[in-house]
């Protein structure tokens, strides 16, 4: 939306109101991670300012679009709104962004059917002019999540809206995450340089390998390749599909000395929170005595060379496979991360370690990794409603819990992913709450894009509600797996309990899922994450330069006053007086703060005041005029009359 | 592979709706669906 009145600051005040559900509370504060990772838009809890969003549970999922000044500006999460896409897309509206096929340019590439839209629907389908919104110098951008989908508003079952290009009939109308062009557009609205918290990202296509250096004191270096002896034959970011393109960094064990070391440093990054995560791809063709260990180099005045600081050894057996790993930092300092290859044994096997693809960001990382391999073959060849299920994965929060992917949909729901996440319980498990107390389980399929910026990856998320009930039952849907669940003999012929699943037969269409990449080098990755998300059921603290609630030091004669909008009832001169709310721009006035003004209206009734006054002079100027010409008229006449009588 | 003794449960009744099917739904009659205009732009528009 045209307009610099328009514009929220950088960091963006938000309330989170009670009504939310937890779950929503939790996504919404994972979409606040997206805008900071991807843009310079930030979020922080509301302290006071004058304008800010306030999220509530409304009847759906919607928003004003831009900073319309006027305090708290509402923004509804309802039910079934809690889905990152769709918050983000709320949020993209608060933020100034109209829907993109309302851009005065849309009817150069998508052609609306209006036969086929609900009747008194059709003004749903109107542009804005470029005097009112902008495309930024951005092209129309058919994957777009602010794009309708093609049945927006049908009266049918035929597409009201349909792409010239018709590749792009099913892309429109994306739910999964911001396109490069939604970002390209925040970016110019907000004058973004970087997202806030990214670090660096790196898949070695550039002959400058980002800025990283050959470590010193090492005996070995890295070397920058497209293919080494004893694997990998391809890099991850291009898996050969580009010739002349496709490069990783390889540390050659093969040739190099028992006890050889190489270090790979990145370039010197400045932390801001104090805690990040790791992200790379590695493909080991090494001798299992050989290792990876990862360090950081932390510059401080006492140590102006940095001090090493070891993190951990990767626990990656050496196959024929670019295996995903995350590391969790918790820098605070001046630092380099350093990538440490180290020659173990004596054997002289062609191959070594590589590297690729490599993500640093402020971020938590993912918990858990579940690859499944010749995904698309899963995805073809298994049966309608079966579901595979993950190995079970016991979180930092102690709970263990797995997910049920049904690769060609549950019953009902062909050509969809199916996703649900299970709780599970070991025999004689002991020592936890039941039923579990508000984790929130994510179930993220990984757009494998080498630069984490550009991923579009399809998350949900799912919250275990102790009091939740089990439909059709007075069970407690969280509770003990071993109570709830059933038996279930693993893969090692151990048994576990796995209990109901939770999630959604529409995770994601077999189409979506083939695009981009989701499936790269065959294989889907998973990234599951458990996390306690008790402390947002209780409310978000007011600012503390909020008026004092009417509570205890309310006076007594304001007990029967009812001061609205916000105001304060206090004593004045011994009687009951409300303190109205004021903004920047605006206030609240009346005896109950019941009316409320602005400076616009201030304006508008300056304006009118003065042109009633000018009308007033003018009718005043016309009246007189008139009665003058009349006067003049008359004695004209009469002197007229004179003249004959003498004649 | 047995079946959990408690149904799943869908979180969002097993449908993929969009924005603004949820919104119809919910009775809502929002321009565009999920926008929400002050008097001024309902004026303007």
Known sequence: ?647 | LPTAKLLDHDVDGGRDRDIIDINEEAGLNLVEGDIVLDERQTRNS
């Open chain 1, 1 to 647: 939306i045209i307009g610099d009145e328009y514009r929220w600051p950088k960091t963006i005040p938000y309330y989170m109101e009670d009504d939310l559900e937890i779950n929503a509370k939790g996504v919404i504060l994972k979409a606040f991670e997206q805008y900071r990772l991807k843009s310079c838009i930030d979020f922080k809890p509301w302290s006071g300012e004058a304008n800010y969003i306030s999220i509530f549970k409304g009847g759906g999922c919607f928003s004003s679009v831009g900073n319309r000044h006027v305090g708290k500006q509402s923004l509804s999460i309802g039910t079934n709104c809690d889905r990152i896409a769709t918050i983000e897309h709320e949020f993209l509206h608060a933020l100034g962004f109209w829907h993109e096929q309302s851009r005065a340019d849309r009817d150069d590439y998508v052609r609306i059917m209006w036969d086929r839209i609900s009747e008194g629907k059709e003004h749903n389908f109107n542009t804005y002019n470029d005097t009112t919104s902008s495309s930024l110098g951005v092209p129309y951008d058919y994957g777009s999540m602010m794009h309708y989908s093609k049945n927006a508003f049908q009266n049918g079952t035929e597409p009201t809206i349909v792409t010239k290009i018709p590749a792009f009939s099913d892309v429109i109308g994306q739910r999964m995450e911001f396109s490069d062009s939604d970002l390209l557009k925040l970016h110019r609205l907000y004058n973004c340089t970087q997202g806030s918290t990214f670090l660096d990202s790196c898949d070695f296509e550039r002959e400058n390998i980002c800025g990283m250096i050959q470590g010193h004191g090492d005996q070995a270096d890295w070397v920058r390749l497209a293919r080494a002896t004893g694997g990998p034959d391809t890099d991850y970011s291009n898996m050969g599909k580009c010739t002349g393109s496709g490069y990783f960094m390889h540390f050659n064990t093969g040739t190099a000395k028992t006890g050889d070391t190489a270090l790979l440093e990145s370039r010197l990054l400045y932390p801001k929170r104090g805690y990040q995560c790791l992200q790379f791809f590695y493909y080991n063709s090494a001798e299992p005595s050989d290792t990876l260990k990862i360090y950081v180099r932390e510059y401080d005045k006492a140590h102006p060379n940095g001090t090493l600081r070891f993190i951990k050894t990767i626990e990656g057996s050496p196959q024929n496979l670019w295996q995903l790993h995350h590391v969790s930092l918790d820098v605070k300092l001046k630092f380099r991360i350093v990538f440490e290859g180290t020659k173990g044994g004596s054997g002289a096997s062609a191959g070594g370690l590589s590297l690729d693809d490599i993500n640093l960001s402020e971020t938590t990382c993912p918990e858990f990794i579940w690859r499944v391999k010749n995904f698309s073959h899963v995805m073809e060849n298994t049966p309608l409603n079966t579901p595979i299920f993950s190995p079970p994965f016991t979180s930092k929060e102690g709970y263990t819990f797995q997910m049920s992917l049904y690769p060609s949909g549950k019953e009902g729901y062909p050509g969809e992913l199916s996703a649900y996440a299970h709780l599970v319980a070991r025999e004689g498990d002991t020592g936890k709450t039941w039923p579990c107390p508000w984790k929130q389980m994510t179930m993220m399929l990984m757009d494998q894009h080498p630069h984490i910026q550009k991923r579009m990856s399809n998350q949900r998320s799912v919250t275990t509600d102790p009091n939740m009930k089990a439909t059709g039952s007075d069970q407690l849907f969280w509770d003990d797996p071993q109570k709830v669940g059933v038996e279930v003999t693993d893969t090692d012929g151990s048994k576990y309990y796995r209990g109901p699943g939770a999630g959604t037969p529409v995770y994601l269409t077999h189409l979506r899922a083939k695009s981009r990449d989701f499936i790269k080098g065959g294989d889907a990755i998973f990234l599951l994450t458990m996390e306690d998300v008790s402390h947002l059921t209780v409310s978000q603290p007011l600012p503390s330069t909020t008026p004092p609630p009417v509570s205890s030091t309310t006076p007594d004669v304001c007990l029967n006053v009812k001061c609205q909008n916000g105001g304060v009832c206090v004593l004045d001169t011994d009687k009951a007086a409300c303190r109205c709310v004021v903004g920047d721009d605006w206030w609240y006035y009346g005896d109950s703060c019941q009316y409320k003004g602005s400076v616009m209206d201030k304006n508008t009734l300056a304006l009118a005041s003065s042109l009633s006054v000018l009308g007033v002079m003018l009718v005043v100027t016309a009246v007189s005029v008139i009665c003058v010409k009349k006067k003049y008229k008359k004695r004209s006449s009469s002197d007229l009359v004179m003249g004959n009588v003498y004649a």
